[in-house]
């Protein structure tokens, strides 16, 4: 399972920013007894000034990645998907999953039974707040498999592109993935498109695929 993040050097210098104003006041504090009333509009002010304009900073630069983590999109995957000549309901799929830090990019070709085809993936939706924090929701791409249009069940098996996911929907069974306050929910959810060349997105609650350009 895959949790982007995107906590940026902004946060991370605006958080830096708080402690040091921390500091700057605990210490006038300290020193009010040696130096007297006079350390308190010095250090203290110019500590609680900068106090209020990092908590303020913060809390703009956190809606913004609000509004991020709930419109952001991560690219999970690449299809390009051809009928093949002289055989009815039937698809070749070269299926593109892009990696991450953790896992390589792979590339693979499938024949799928069908004239839609339809890419699966496991969503761990998280909480808007922990969204704000910079981390998007969880998603592993699990499954393909082909429709026919004429709604006549395929009698192909599904395809595991990224191994076997019964131990998912077993925890989510178990209720073991709704663990408040972080996460929100936890699905199977599938993008079913036409052949062609399409990007795949995971939105931060759903797959979703739009022609490549």
Do not use: C
Request: hydrophobic fraction near 45%; proline fraction near 2%; charged fraction near 20%.
């Amino acid at each position: 399972m895959n949790y982007p993040v995107d906590f940026g050097f902004v946060q991370v210098g605006l958080i830096l920013l708080i402690l040091i104003a921390v500091a700057l006041i605990v210490s006038a504090l300290v020193m009010v007894r040696k130096v007297g009333p006079r350390v308190l509009l010095g250090r203290g002010a110019g500590g609680l000034v900068l106090l209020v304009a990092a908590v303020g900073l913060l809390w703009i630069a956190t809606l913004m990645q609000t509004y991020l983590g709930l419109s952001g999109e991560i690219k999970a995957a690449h299809v390009v998907v051809k009928e093949v000549a002289g055989q009815e309901h039937q698809l070749e799929v070269e299926l593109t999953l892009y990696g991450d830090e953790n896992h390589d990019e792979r590339k693979e070709t499938y024949r799928v039974q069908g004239d839609l085809w339809v890419l699966q993936a496991n969503i761990v939706e998280l909480e808007p707040w922990v969204n704000a924090l910079g981390f998007h929701s969880g998603y592993q791409v699990t499954r393909l498999y082909g429709q026919r249009l004429d709604g006549v069940a395929t009698t192909q098996n599904q395809f595991f592109v990224n191994g076997d996911d019964k131990d998912f929907f077993a925890d989510m069974r178990e209720g073991k993935w709704y663990t408040e306050p972080f996460v929100r929910s936890a699905y199977g959810n599938a993008v079913i498109s036409t052949p062609g060349e399409y990007d795949v997105f995971i939105s931060r609650d759903a797959i979703k695929t739009r022609a490549a350009g």
